[in-house]
């Protein structure tokens, strides 16, 4: 067998290996940006844009901001903020300042972000204000001295009598009230960065600039450790994959997806920086409206999303009447493409909606099918330039073409490891570098990869890891639980949804208590759908619940 039969099949002109080296560190790579396309558009949201120019500028004032504060390189900072024109310029400030960014969901309940925040050691955070009240109630158990707070409006200016400020004003009515001390504003940190210049400091390769979080079998959430080199290898390897078809300095890119998501962190955020594209972020995806209303807004280029956004628009009544003229690459991940919303999505906007597969632990593209409508549907593709992949069964042995096993993959994307958790780095990557990514699948005679079935308990719930040990540690924490476990159930809309089975402790619990319950403690997506209680639960002969004989 070839030991990478997939090459045969790349697109003229990719090669099979890419320069991982090609910049020392990420911001080596931004500057090269800012300066090569200082006068295009770089971001825009609600109709309010920034230059390239401006982003560095904006960026650099904030960077010295945050030294003049104290914080030094290699101090974690929290960035929990929905995609906004402060999100960029938070990152790539905290880059340029040497701080190791902790993206977080902007919608996860106290409990969730006290344990990351002490996982990772952050000392300080920019948070959109709609959000701070629950960084008010855990911020007292944290080592966080340092906060900055923003507004959904902040950085729009004083649009009058338009769309952006009924949003806004609408947005500002729903923000809880909270009582944090010594905060500032972002602006403010922008404006003062102006007395202050970035200190000089150390900087290379191997330089961990970025935790993101993931879960894992065990339930404990986990920092992957992604260096300067792993974030410029995979930005190079999206780079190269698209070469044939983007043009510098031309393309618009439409992002949804929120960039605290590794997906669009790495290929809308940096990877399009790299062709100078034009970013239109969207703030709340959710509103499909919004979504669709910026195809009339920009001649929009390249679109990245999940399954369950696409189906969503092609159901809404007005997308088909969207302009798609200028629309060439629609790329799919976090969860898997469905045929028949593939196939609608050719039908309607005339563009291939083509899959790809990652994880955060790769930073996060593996594998993604070729642009030029060769690829093959249902598969995630070929593996990307300087990128390995194999198929290994339980006992370690390489799996023949069409075999069935663990899907395995290395390359310069491959994390560093899990922050404090040596022993599930062990676990995760073999001691010669092979990621192990706990999906079960196969390979074809051309080199394209098919996931089959999940080696882990994870559950896919529109793209975003829900881990089922974290879900049973909340609800068995309920006075009336006496046992749970949970699974994922196949559901049309977002892949999967969370089932929970229970058994009570006390009689008079009931279905809506356990929602509630799970509610206060959980990020909305992990809550489950369905609810069942049981008798008792079946376990293997030591005592272990069988989660695959519920589902």
Request: glycine share 8%; hydrophobic share 40%.
């Amino acid at each position: 067998m070839d030991e990478r039969p997939w090459l045969k099949h790349y697109p003229p002109g990719i090669p099979a290996n890419i320069d991982a080296n090609q910049y020392e560190t990420l911001v080596d790579f931004l500057k090269e940006c800012f300066q090569k396309y200082s006068a295009n558009y770089a971001f825009e949201c609600m109709g309010v844009r920034l230059t390239y120019k401006e982003t560095d500028r904006l960026s650099t004032q904030f960077a010295a901001y945050l030294h003049s504060r104290g914080l030094n390189p290699g101090d974690r900072i929290a960035i929990m903020m929905p995609n906004c024109l402060q999100y960029p310029i938070a990152v790539f400030g905290a880059l340029k300042a040497g701080l190791i960014i902790v993206n977080t969901n902007p919608l996860y309940t106290p409990r969730e972000m006290l344990y990351q925040f002490n996982d990772s050691g952050v000392n300080s955070i920019i948070i959109m204000e709609n959000f701070a009240s629950n960084l008010e109630s855990i911020i007292g158990k944290t080592k966080i001295n340092t906060v900055i707070v923003t507004s959904v409006g902040e950085m729009l200016g004083s649009i009058k009598g338009t769309l952006v400020n009924l949003v806004v004003r609408h947005v500002k009515r729903m923000v809880p009230k909270y009582n944090l001390v010594n905060t500032v504003n972002f602006q403010h940190a922008i404006n003062e960065g102006k007395k202050f210049t970035i200190k000089a400091f150390s900087n290379c390769s191997d330089n961990v600039i970025i935790h993101q979080y993931t879960g894992g079998t065990t339930g404990i959430s986990k920092g992957a450790m992604l260096t300067n080199k792993n974030l410029v290898a995979n930005m190079v390897q999206i780079r190269t994959w698209m070469q044939n078809d983007l043009v510098e300095g031309k393309e618009i890119t439409l992002s949804p997806l929120p960039m605290y998501h590794i997906f669009a962190f790495t290929v809308n955020c940096l990877a399009m920086l790299s062709y100078g594209a034009h970013n239109v972020l969207v703030t709340n995806a959710r509103d499909i409206k919004s979504v669709i209303k910026e195809f009339g807004n920009n001649k929009i280029s390249l679109m990245t999303g999940l399954n369950t956004l696409f189906n969503a628009l092609l159901n809404h009544p007005s997308f088909a009447s969207a302009d798609f003229s200028s629309l060439k690459i629609t790329v799919g991940g976090g969860m898997a493409i469905q045929k028949i919303v593939a196939d609608r999505w050719k039908d309607v906007t005339g563009c291939n909606l083509t899959e790809g597969f990652g994880m955060t632990e790769s930073s996060p593209l593996i594998s993604v099918n070729p642009l030029n409508g060769t690829g093959k549907q249902g598969s995630i593709g070929l593996p990307v330039s300087s990128t390995e992949v194999r198929i290994v069964n339980d006992e370690g042995r390489i799996m023949a073409t069409e075999e069935i096993g663990e899907i395995q993959c290395r390359g310069p994307q491959i994390m560093k490891g899990y922050y404090n958790q040596p022993g599930e780095t062990e676990k995760t990557i073999t001691s010669d570098g092979w990621l192990c990514t706990g999906d079960i699948g196969k390979m074809d005679a051309d080199g394209f990869i098919y996931i089959v079935d999940r080696k882990k308990d994870m559950i896919l719930v529109s793209g975003f890891n829900v881990y089922p040990n974290e879900i049973e540690n909340v609800v068995v924490a309920h006075p009336k639980v006496l046992e749970a476990a949970a699974v994922g159930m196949a559901d049309a809309k977002s892949g999967e949804v969370v089932k929970l089975f229970v058994v009570k402790r006390d009689s008079s619990l009931s279905k809506d208590e356990i929602i509630a319950y799970c509610k206060e403690n959980l990020t909305g997506y992990k809550v489950p759908k369905e609810v069942e209680f049981r008798d008792e639960l079946p376990k293997t002969n030591v005592g272990k619940i069988l989660r695959r004989e519920l589902k």
